[in-house]
């Protein structure tokens, strides 16, 4: 078949995307007092700059360490600051290109030979994105429970945080439920499927009988996320907005969680409507909020600049290791 029509419609994707971002943005800028928005990034306090930038990096070391408690769980032993440099690079790939999982790839890649398996390196990751999403529910739901005003939808964030727990918890206590669920793949290709599932399988069992690394792969993923929130809280110190925590709490992770819809090119235009109603709901003034979300994204993209120079520099992937038993011979 050609790859033609593929490639069609992955232009007239990014095309979509992109006239999505440009008109939320478009439209945000010409509802916002454009000079009040540019007054405040002129104000910016390099200190809490620095102090954001920080926290970004504890961020990172912190999500290395998250992932290697579970990568303990199927043996493997990689190191934190391997793993940190991993996901360094992982985070330039999410800046810059049009989709946010461009990273995961580079994190699947650099895993794959140490685990023995792209299959189960996949699943790890994937792993850790549930607990991540999870965790990113139980901060934007607590936050909801310290706010001043009634938020409309905030009660789905404790529905998404109960169905996403109950799932997760289904997932590692049967081991079986998800290859069980997977199975009319295998109509397709019998035996290859069939292989990949039990090593899935095999992969969820290791996970669910060292519930220990399990708690303290979700308590880094909880950690994370609240660093996120004090990153933005740093950058909107900076920029001499009054931003409480209880706010902050609820704005940054629900910005986040819409960000996930596939809709916009890495979330422009998305996140700086949710930032801007989201402060216009609990009394804060707009140019604020779209201030914040413009500082805040352009932050992440300088602190992501130094994984595009290590991706450049290193001349194997970060992690050593045979190559995986899954893949075929012409693809290793």
Request: with cysteine; hydrophobic share 55%.
């Amino acid at each position: 078949m050609s790859p033609v029509p593929g490639r069609a419609r992955r232009v007239a994707s990014f095309a979509l995307k992109l006239s999505i971002s440009v008109g939320l943005l478009a439209v945000l800028f010409r509802q916002t007092d454009v000079s009040a928005v540019a007054a405040r990034l002129r104000q910016v306090e390099p200190g809490w700059i620095a102090l954001a930038l920080v926290v970004q990096a504890v961020l990172l070391l912190v999500s290395g360490w998250r992932w290697r408690r579970l990568l303990v769980t199927q043996d493997v032993h990689a190191s934190t600051w391997q793993l940190t440099l991993s996901c360094l690079v992982a985070n330039f790939f999410n800046n810059f290109l049009p989709s946010n999982i461009g990273g995961d790839v580079v994190r699947i890649a650099d895993t794959a030979g140490l685990t023995g398996s792209r299959t189960v390196a996949t699943a790890v990751v994937l792993l850790d994105r549930v607990l991540g999403l999870i965790a990113l529910f139980a901060v934007a739901a607590c936050g909801s429970l310290m706010l001043r005003h009634a938020l409309p939808g905030t009660g789905y964030l404790w529905v998404l945080l109960v169905v996403g727990a109950v799932a997760a918890a289904a997932v590692v206590s049967r081991p079986a439920l998800v290859p069980r669920l997977l199975q009319p793949l295998a109509r397709v290709r019998k035996d290859w499927v069939t292989e990949r599932l039990g090593r899935l399988e095999d992969m969820l069992a290791r996970v669910g009988s060292d519930r220990g690394r399990l708690v303290q792969a979700f308590l880094g993923a909880l950690a994370v996320q609240l660093l996120v929130v004090l990153f933005y809280l740093c950058v909107a110190w900076g920029l001499h907005i009054d931003l409480p925590l209880r706010d902050a709490m609820v704005i940054v992770p629900v910005s986040l969680v819409i960000q996930l819809a596939p809709v916009s090119i890495n979330g422009f235009g998305v996140r700086e409507a949710v930032f801007s109603y989201l402060f216009r709901r609990l009394g804060h003034p707009v140019e604020a909020g779209l201030a914040l979300s413009i500082a805040g994204a352009a932050l992440l993209i300088v602190a992501s600049l130094p994984g595009g120079l290590l991706f450049l520099l290193r001349k194997e992937g970060l992690m050593v290791g045979p190559a995986p038993s899954d893949m075929p011979k012409e693809e290793v």
